[in-house]
Structure formats: C-alpha cells, structure tokens
C-alpha cells in the first residue's frame, strides 16, 4: 500500500467516520452533526430531541452501552440477534449505513418545511397556527379591531376578494403560504360573491359569513361565536374551535382591508397524553406535572377542591 494510499485510509478512524483535518480543525464528520475529540464533546447540538437531556450530549450519556453513528439517534447492540437498535424508536437494523440512513431519512420526514401555494389553497386538519389578510373589494363597511378577543368590530358587506394571503404551521406540515391572487380582470368577475354580518364588543360577538352566486345562490355559509378569545365556528363541513390573538380591519372608500391571527381546529383533547417532557426543564419537574396532569382526569365538576387541593400538593413536593 503506498504512502498516499495510507495517508487516506487513516482519515476514517473512530466509529469508521472521516476526521476532517482541513485548517487543524480535527474534527469528525458525522452525518448529522461534528464530534470534537480534543473536549469530548458535539459541536452543534442533537437534532433528535431528549427532553432529559442535554443537547450537546452523546449515546444518552452512556457510551458502553449505546453508540451514535449518526450523531443524532442512540442505538445499542442486541447480541442475541446481532443487531443494532434505535433506542428512541426500537427499530432494528444489522449495520451502522443503514442506522445512518434511516436517521436521516427520519430527519428528512420530520423536518419542518415552507410550501407556497399560488391560487391553490391547502389546509391543515389538525390544531395549527393561522395569520391572514386580504384585499377585498365591494359595498362594504369594516372598522375595529380585537386583541385577545376584546374590543370593538362591525364587519358589514358584500364584496369579492380581490388578493389575499394565508400562512399556516403546525409542526407536522411546517409553513404553508396560500395566495390567492386574480390572474385577469375576468378572475375578480366570475369570482364568487363574499358577504358578512358582523359585531363585537366587550369580548363578546358573533359574524355570519359566506359565498353566493346568481346561479346557485349561496354556496357556502358559516357562522362564528365569540367569547373573549375563544371562538367557535360552524359551517356546513366542519365545527372549528379556535383561539384569537387578533383581528382587525379598515374600510377606504370601496376597498377593505383586514388582517388575523389566531389558533385554529383546538380539540378538547389535546390535553390528554404526556406534554409534561415538552414543558418541564427537570425530570422532578415533569413528574410532578405528570402527577398533576392524572389528578385532572378525573370528574372535574363534582371534584374541583379535590383537584385544588391535590394540585397544591404537588406543588410542595418540588
């Protein structure tokens, strides 16, 4: 074997990974992140997340038993069938490649991503976040706002869109902008009707909303009730329970222009399940949450100072 030869192979050392000597940074390259081997340490942090841990660990803070080929999923060799297993998933494969790539492809699935619609709108099923405007264009009157759900707003027209925009996340879709723009003048016209009837004040209103044509008369219709930020809408495909951060528009002349933001499809049982590991910063922490969180399953009408007193509790164990 020759010089250069040798040279090359000895670049992949630990864990078979490259050590990227380039500008003495000595640093292995890992598919996911860097390894220092001067500090022992990650030179980014994990982009699997573990609540119970550091960010800048590895191999879950146990390196005889687990091994990280990735430098982002831990796995521990199972020697009674030879494999290597995901701990976090515990899917088994029989070779690091493989545990590389199916790491990366998970990475790649889970990543958050920006989508830009042109004129075809989308929409998110599940709980996610909305902030919208819009351009409309009619015999109108729109004036007020609300932060929270409080405040003063009359929405009163008939009108046709004439561009609007919508982003929406949630954390399985990541960013979706919707745009909906006229490609002609003939667009605007053969454009659905829009009309609205709406009040609030004082943290309380409702808006009936809706389309209608010559033809068909209306097409869609929904009716939205309020109670300080919490609303309620219904409509002829679905019941939708949101949260409002803020709503507000302005009329000139024959143009309106509106704009929101709020918290879309909330189902009631979101709560249930275990979102202690995303809010507690200890595992004494999240387990008192636990606690807490399996006291309120309970009957909550008949047992509220039970509820109290429990939760209290606690508390004090902290």
Do not use: C
């Not at 020759?2 to 992949?12: G, P």
């Not at 189902?267 to 399940?273: A, F, L, S, T, Y």
Request: aromatic share 12%.
């Amino acid at each position: 074997m020759s010089a250069n030869a040798n040279s090359v192979a000895s670049k992949y050392k630990y864990n078979g990974t490259e050590l990227e000597e380039s500008l003495g940074l000595d640093l292995y390259e890992m598919p996911m992140r860097q390894y220092d081997p001067a500090i022992a340490r990650w030179t980014a942090i994990d982009p699997v997340v573990h609540w119970s841990k550091s960010t800048y660990t590895a191999f879950d803070n146990n390196p005889i038993i687990y091994s990280d080929p990735s430098g982002a999923d831990s796995y521990r060799y199972d020697w009674a069938t030879g494999t290597y297993v995901n701990r976090s998933t515990n899917e088994k494969t029989n070779n690091w490649q493989m545990a590389v790539s199916e790491t990366q492809s998970k990475m790649s699935k889970d990543s958050p991503s920006f989508k830009i619609n042109v004129n075809n709108p989308e929409s998110i099923s599940g709980a996610h976040v909305r902030v919208a405007g819009e351009v409309a264009m009619g015999v109108q009157f729109k004036e007020g706002q609300k932060l929270f759900g409080f405040g003063e707003k009359l929405d009163v027209g008939v009108y046709k869109v004439v561009a609007d925009a919508e982003l929406l996340w949630s954390p399985e879709t990541g960013f979706i902008l919707n745009l909906t723009i006229p490609k002609q003048i003939q667009d605007l016209i053969d454009q659905d009707h829009n009309f609205v009837v709406g009040y609030h004040q004082l943290g309380f209103g409702g808006e009936f909303s809706g389309t209608f044509n010559g033809d068909e008369g209306v097409t869609a219709a929904e009716f939205t009730g309020s109670e300080g930020p919490f609303k309620l809408t219904l409509s002829q495909q679905n019941s939708n329970v949101g949260f409002e951060i803020y709503s507000g528009s302005h009329t000139i002349g024959l143009f309106s222009f509106s704009g929101s933001a709020s918290i879309q499809n909330v189902q009631p049982g979101m709560r249930q399940g275990s979102p202690a590991d995303g809010m507690a910063t200890s595992k004494s922490n999240r387990d008192a949450y636990l606690r807490m969180m399996q006291h309120n399953r309970v009957d909550y009408d008949n047992k509220k100072w039970i509820l109290l007193a429990n939760a209290l509790r606690e508390l004090k164990k902290l």
